[in-house]
């Protein structure tokens, strides 16, 4: 079966190929309503004129099957467009476009469209190609200027609304009821209500009409009359179990007992969220605050029902929800707390400098009645202003913090204010004082459950230089977050295990961890989470010294970067460019890169061997020691040896051809190899190598250059291979290339296992954020390393 918008059209063009040369048959279209099956019809008739389109066909009937019998062969095509089953013939199925393909439909459509409406359209369309469309071209102005709420369902003028409503109206009364039920009843499946009604010719009938999302049970709901709505609320009362479902259906048909259902829903709703349910409770808030009168009450409800979305990874629900709480009360508690929920969506989806100011004012607000609540608003705060690259916002947080200190706090607030004071300690290059605030966060993470520590505690550990530790923090935090149902956090605690695995030189565990950071970020709407993994998977492809694919996730995030300023992964960017330059020769270009760079001030202080490397080559000693400088520090401070191994390498960069340079190379090896930097080891062993072999000490220079060749082919960093061996053939080795070559690197692997699964090169660079010039050069490698000479014989050697 094909899938894919591409493959879809190339199916059919191949159709008409064979036609015109006397060999047509039949295809199948499947699709829903307004999925494209009329478009590509009307392809097909506008490529060949011998063509039969069908569309919109619910059976097949012994003539078409004749019909499709006799084309077979002939100059002529047959198409049949359907929204069901293939009828066992050759077919392809126009699947719902996925979250990006949609927003890439709503940049066509509407250029400048907000990001987080054009988020809620996609949302709301459900990957329907004709509801973008209808829904971008109904947006009013105020909704353009995000003074009104985005549209909740089709416009009333709607051709998709208007073919989903004749089809229920066509229906049968028993399929209508069915149809109904499930237009309440977001949760309810067709075999939900097969069990529930005992009327399995009922739901039969309606088919597609039960389909489950969004888009197709918003649009019956709102064509249901408010006798039909009402007939449907009262029996599912009767049909449901005892629960909050059957509360809320009851208390819709005014059925409810004297208890109160609103309380009872919002008794079910913490429930359900101290198991970590949040999208029950979510939900159970929301119906709660649907049946409360007191609007100080209903404010309170909507504002859980936000919070409950946040956590759950739904920014826009949550979003939805607070613009109708924000309405409801000016009671100052809860404003601050709608702050803080706020300031949290902000944080993911939006400006990180707005978002830093409104945790700030919802922290003043909350710590003298709310002060657990405040204190977490003061780490997000640290965290906004961090991606914002403003270390003057970040003291300003901190020494708030510090203000608000007592002597006796509990250890999770203990652990946040400590992580706030020992990373603004080091943004300040204060790394006495940094070190026991940051050593703490640690400790107290052991004994302080929950993901968000851990992800604290994995950053403390990464600036401290213990890289096993903040990798197996931020693994537990991966896990306590999902456990816990906190999936908002996810993308989040994949930073820091990426960053982790990178230090500890384990690039293809940092690989798996940044791209499962995109799609985690994806899949919840947090688009700054998903520019920090894409920046974070630009270096690792700089260090391998793979220019093109660097360079590509660099211009994928750099339009985010600039809309939103967000200085953290722009650093992270101008850190794998000046990669790249250094890579291509152009040091001067590296250099000024990472010195012009306004930048995040800990991730320039990161870049440093690249600076000195780069200043070394352009003859700037100079620029490279005062940057050399504050690394040191860090590293010396730390104790870690990664660090203080880049440290040494950069000492002899910087000695020229004193006999103390080559003591600080032989350091850097010994400090590579006890931490287990292997990648970085080659790196330094490259570079000590090219200094003894123009220094005319080729004998050493070989020993050095020949290890680094043999590193870089284990991590098939074939640039870097083939920078090596070039060194080591001036240096007198005939061979140039020794070992035996490994079969596939990490990203190959990848590639290869995508494939297999049938996908094409345009869907796989979409998948891993790659180029499609860069999949085509990684397949022709896959096939040269395994020997294989098709994407068949590849999916064969792979099964």
């Given amino acids: 079966m094909l899938r894919g918008r591409d493959r879809q059209r190339v199916a059919v063009d191949a159709l008409l190929r064979r036609a015109r040369a006397g060999h047509g048959g039949v295809l199948v279209v499947c699709g829903e309503p307004g999925s494209g099956r009329t478009a590509l019809l009307d392809h097909a008739r506008r490529s060949h004129e011998a063509v039969l389109c069908l569309d919109d066909v619910r059976e097949l009937d012994d003539d078409l099957r004749r019909l499709a019998a006799d084309v077979t062969g002939t100059r002529a095509a047959l198409l049949i467009a359907t929204e069901g089953e293939a009828f066992g013939l050759p077919h392809v199925v126009l699947d719902p476009l996925d979250r990006a393909e949609s927003l890439l ?77 499930a237009a309440v009843d977001e949760e309810l499946t067709a075999d939900d209500l097969a069990r529930l009604t005992g009327d399995l010719e009922a739901v039969t009938e309606a088919g597609t009409l039960l389909d489950p999302r969004r888009l197709v049970r918003s649009t019956l709901a709102a064509g249901l009359s408010p006798a039909a709505r009402f007939r449907a609320h009262a029996e599912l009362a009767e049909l449901l179990p005892a629960g909050p479902r059957r509360t809320w259906h009851a208390a819709r048909a005014g059925r409810a007992g004297d208890d109160g259902p609103a309380d009872l829903l919002t008794a079910s709703a913490e429930h359900a969220r101290r198991c970590g349910d949040f999208a029950t409770a979510a939900r159970d808030h929301d119906r709660a605050a649907q049946l409360t009168a007191d609007t100080e009450q209903k404010a309170r409800r909507l504002l859980n029902a936000a919070a409950d979305h946040w956590a759950r990874g739904a920014p826009h ?57 405040a204190v977490a608003a003061l780490g997000f705060a640290g965290e906004a202003a961090s991606i914002a690259g403003d270390h003057r916002r970040y003291s300003a947080v901190a020494e708030f913090a510090r203000e608000i200190r007592l002597p006796d706090e509990p250890p999770a607030t203990r652990l946040t204010l400590g992580h706030l004071a020992g990373m603004a300690a080091t943004f300040d290059g204060r790394h006495d004082e940094a070190l026991p605030a940051l050593r703490e966060v640690v400790e ?52 820091y295990r990426a960053l982790s695995a990178l230090l500890l030189d384990q690039h293809a565990a940092a690989l798996t961890a940044a791209t499962e950071g995109v799609h985690a970020a994806t899949a919840v709407g947090q688009h700054n989470a998903v520019v920090d993994h894409l920046t974070i998977l630009a270096l690792l ?72 490397e780069a200043a070394v080559a352009c ?5 490279g020691d005062r940057a050399l400088r504050r690394f040191e520090r860090w590293a010396e401070a730390t ?71 043999r590193i870089f082919q284990s991590y098939q960093a074939d640039h870097w291979v083939a920078r090596a061996s070039a060194e080591l053939r001036a240096a007198g080795d ?40 860069t999949v085509e050069h990684h397949l022709r490698n896959i096939f040269a390393r395994l020997g294989v000479r098709s994407r068949v014989e590849l999916t064969r050697r792979l099964d």
Wanted: aromatic share 2%; glycine share 10%; hydrophobic share 45%.
């Fill in 105 to 181: 439909v709503l940049h066509d459509l509407l250029p400048g469209l907000p990001p987080a409406l054009a988020v809620d359209l996609a949302d709301l369309a459900c990957g329907n190609p004709l509801a973008l469309v209808e829904l971008a071209g109904a947006l009013t102005s105020d909704q353009l200027g995000g003074i009104a709420p985005p549209p909740d369902g089709l416009p009333q003028a709607s051709s998709l609304r208007a073919r989903l409503l004749a089809r229920f109206a066509g229906l049968s009364e028993r399929a209508r009821t069915a149809v109904a039920l």
């Fill in 317 to 373: 629900q949550a979003r939805a929800v607070l613009r109708c709480a924000v309405r409801l009360t000016d009671t100052p508690e809860l404003k601050a707390l709608m702050d803080l929920v706020a300031g949290g969506i902000d944080l993911g989806e939006s400006l990180p400098d707005v978002a830093a100011d409104r945790l700030m004012r919802a922290a003043r607000s909350l710590v003298g009645t709310r002060r657990g609540l």
């Fill in 444 to 495: 107290l993470a052991h004994r302080v459950p929950g993901a968000q520590p851990r992800i604290w505690a994995s950053q403390a550990a990464y600036v401290l230089g213990d890289a096993v530790g903040s990798h197996e923090m931020a693994t537990s935090a991966v896990t306590a977050a999902r456990e816990s149902g906190y999936t908002a956090l996810v993308p989040w605690a994949l930073v």
């Fill in 541 to 612: 492809a700089a260090l391998r010294g793979d220019s093109d694919t660097a360079l590509h996730r660099i211009d994928t995030a750099t339009e985010h970067i600039t809309q939103r300023g967000l200085t953290r992964p722009g650093t992270f960017g101008a850190w794998a460019f000046a990669c790249v330059d250094l890579a291509r020769d152009r040091p001067a270009d590296a250099l000024d890169r990472l010195r012009l760079h306004p930048g995040h001030a800990g991730i320039k202080v990161m870049a440093a061997p690249q600076v000195v």
């Fill in 619 to 623: 003859g700037q000693p100079g620029a």
């Fill in 639 to 709: 104790g870690s040896s990664a660090r203080l191994a880049l440290s040494h390498r950069c000492r002899g960069l910087l000695g020229g051809g004193s006999g103390a340079a080559d003591e600080h190379f032989e350091e850097a090896i010994r400090l590579h190899r006890a931490s287990g930097t292997a990648m970085e080891l080659a790196k330094t062993e490259l570079l000590y190598g090219t200094r003894l072999r123009r220094s005319r000490k080729p004998k050493l220079a070989r020993d050095h250059l020949r290890d680094a060749v």
């Fill in 734 to 773: 005939s061979t140039g290339e020794p070992g035996d070559r490994p079969e596939l690197t990490p990203q190959q692997a990848q590639i290869a296992r995508l494939v297999a699964e049938g996908a094409t090169n345009r869907e796989i660079a979409a998948r891993l954020f790659l180029s499609h010039r």
